[in-house]
């Protein structure tokens, strides 16, 4: 009978514990939920966002400006997924954030402490498309101001593989038959030179998730829950910095690794506070500017990846403003170029056309900014710029990072066509070729193009 007894009671317990271990489970999702929606709505100074005209890069789902009570609530799914960032040992040996560090990292990227990044932002990170396929280069690209930096990153992924690494072939089908290693080894390579440029090519920094929180609270900092375990991982030379990047690189590519703020956070690290604030000038304070509820990147974000430098304008060398200010542009060709062209943009605004630094690059990648929309164009002849003859007649390469774009598309440039044979091909094609979006961003760079789609219908 005792034994019995005892039996139930164990039996008892058993079911307790169980039943007790699913409420904590159970808890602990709602406390995460509940913990992001709390960050997303304690800010005293909403903005209004009504009306606004944005593009499909600016679209942001779960805005990372706070909100006010009723307002801004996230979609059901988003509550659902909301990303987990992948969290390493604290004992690597990395030095702890402190919270003047974490306040400071704030300001500089959206000029004050309260701000958050949304729910784009934070599932964003560097995963490319199958390997050994149309798109095996390619990283797949999210929605908004995060899509710029993949962008960006992708231009250096672009250069390795076509320029750098140590293949045979170098051609357009080398890019789509490269495997998982060789994927990964190019986004390691990509990350470490850019962070190595930012660092002056003296020192990288690394920054990483780990099980514990470094950073104290105050009242006037919004925790975020991903900021304040972070420690940071100072390098000296570059090829320790790539291989550390190459090690962790699930923290940059893996679903809910948060990679793109992660780097973000690295490149601002690696330039330093100090040297961020010679760069930047009196038109840009901050790195990141409010857009449709949530934060798109300022063009010192995209210089500071390009060139090493964060160079708030796209002219060359610096330049007198309205009110005779001094205004930074960029001081030296890069490897990767830029490329813009919106409809409403003024070609008798000298400040806003881009210079000859980015716009001849050292190799024929660029990045390109289409009415707000971020896309690569790139040829895999090194030469092109740098033997004119070359430039007469050759290929482009152009992904726009859209989910629709299945392969790249070809385009073949012809800059010395004659005038009678450019009007009359653009008289037959008016409603379409004339005014295509990608066409118009080539002839800022060559003017008198003509530009063969192959087969494939104009993109607007």
């Known amino acids: 009978m005792d034994t019995e007894v005892q039996g139930q009671e164990q039996s008892s317990q058993e079911l307790d514990l169980e039943e007790i271990t699913k409420k904590i489970s159970f808890l602990d999702k709602w406390r995460e939920i509940f913990s992001y929606h709390r960050l997303r709505t304690n800010n005293t100074n909403p903005q209004n966002h009504e009306n606004s005209h944005i593009s499909a890069d600016e679209t942001e789902a779960g805005a990372g400006i706070p909100q006010p009570k009723g307002q801004g609530h996230l979609p059901s799914s988003s509550l659902c997924s909301i990303p987990k960032p992948s969290i390493i040992s604290s004992k690597l040996g990395g030095s702890p954030i402190s919270l003047a560090m974490a306040e400071k990292l704030r300001q500089v990227l959206f000029g004050n402490t309260v701000h958050v990044f949304s729910y784009n932002w934070r599932k964003a990170c560097f995963r490319f498309h199958d390997p050994s396929s149309d798109l095996a280069f390619a990283l797949e690209v999210g929605k908004g101001g995060a899509r710029s930096i993949q962008m960006a990153v992708q231009g250096s992924i672009i250069k390795y593989l076509l320029f750098t690494r140590k293949v045979k072939d170098c051609n357009f089908r080398s890019l789509c038959e490269i495997s ?271 530009i063969n789609w192959n087969g494939t219908a104009p993109f607007f």
């Open 180 to 450: 998982k290693q060789e994927q990964e080894r190019a986004l390691a390579t990509a990350l470490a030179g850019i962070l190595w440029a930012a660092g002056a090519n003296q020192k990288a920094t690394i920054c990483l998730v780990t099980e514990d929180t470094c950073a104290a609270s105050s009242r006037n900092y919004s925790m975020d829950d991903f900021t304040e375990p972070l420690q940071l991982f100072e390098f000296l030379e570059k090829e320790a910095t790539e291989k550390f990047i190459y090690d962790h690189l699930q923290c940059f590519k893996g679903e809910g690794s948060h990679g793109v703020i992660l780097f973000l956070y690295s490149l601002i690290f690696s330039r330093t506070f100090e040297r961020l604030q010679k760069d930047l000038d009196v038109t840009t304070t901050h790195l990141l500017q409010p857009n449709a509820g949530g934060f798109l990147c300022r063009q010192a974000v995209l210089n500071m990846i390009l060139t090493g430098r964060a160079s708030p304008h796209v002219f060359n060398g610096c330049e007198k403003g309205k009110s005779q200010e001094t205004l930074h542009g960029v001081l030296t060709r890069s490897d990767v170029g830029y490329l813009q062209w919106g409809k409403d943009t003024s070609e008798d605004d000298r400040l806003s056309q881009v210079g000859s630094m980015l716009k001849t690059p050292k190799l024929p990648i660029w990045l390109c900014n289409i009415n707000g929309n971020y896309s690569i164009l790139f040829c895999t002849n090194r030469q092109l710029l740098s033997d004119w003859k070359m430039e007469r007649l050759f290929d482009l390469y152009f992904y726009s990072g859209q989910p629709s774009q299945r392969k790249p598309v070809h385009l073949t440039i012809d800059t010395h066509a004659h005038h009678w044979e450019r009007d009359q091909q653009e008289d037959k094609h008016r409603a379409g070729r004339r005014f295509s979006p990608v066409e118009m961003v080539i002839r800022t760079k060559w003017r008198e193009a003509t």
